[in-house]
């Protein structure tokens, strides 16, 4: 069996460095309805862009809810905030998220993800188009879990969902 050196050790770190960073590096090959940017993949001022695939690529989480905008039993698929954070390296603790109309929701990191709260991109089965709240809307699982039926939880629902930005 051969033994590593210090040097063969490394130089693998390193080289598996690189491929994780450019997993993250990915180039959306459809249009960029999401970036996500600040303290990600390393550096604070590092930016990533999601097309509709790339979204659909990381883990779904998908549940029923009503909300004060949908009705009883709307279904939602989308991708766990906190598993997009993870996905991007996200070391920030606060979330800052901005819609196609200027309109930003900040808070944190942590709670957002205890809270189970998704990034959606369908709702009731289909792709969301700004019209309809999307191309992306953050929600919550407001029927399963009643004590998120807060005003503060509903101003975090961002939708026409355009940037998420992780700082501190």
Not at 89 to 104: E, F, S
Not at 112 to 140: F, H, Q
Request: proline share 5%.
């Amino acid at each position: 069996m051969k033994t590593r050196t210090r040097r063969d050790v490394l130089l693998l770190a390193g080289l598996t460095l690189v491929s994780v960073g450019a997993a993250r590096a990915e180039t959306p090959a459809g249009p960029v309805i999401l970036t996500v940017k600040g303290k990600i993949g390393g550096s604070d001022s590092g930016t990533s862009e999601f097309d509709l695939a790339m979204l659909e690529a990381l883990p779904k989480t998908s549940f029923k809810t009503s909300s004060p905008w949908t009705e009883a039993g709307t279904s939602f698929d989308g991708v766990a905030l906190k598993d997009l954070a993870q996905a991007v390296g996200a070391k920030g603790t606060k979330v800052t998220a901005r819609a196609l109309n200027d309109y930003a929701s900040s808070f944190p990191l942590d709670e957002a993800a205890a809270s189970g709260c998704i990034v959606a991109y369908r709702m009731n089965g289909e792709v969301m188009t700004p019209r309809d709240k999307g191309p992306l809307w953050i929600i919550y699982p407001f029927d399963d879990r009643p004590e998120l039926k807060t005003e503060t939880n509903y101003s975090h629902c961002v939708w026409q969902l355009a940037v998420i930005e992780f700082t501190d």
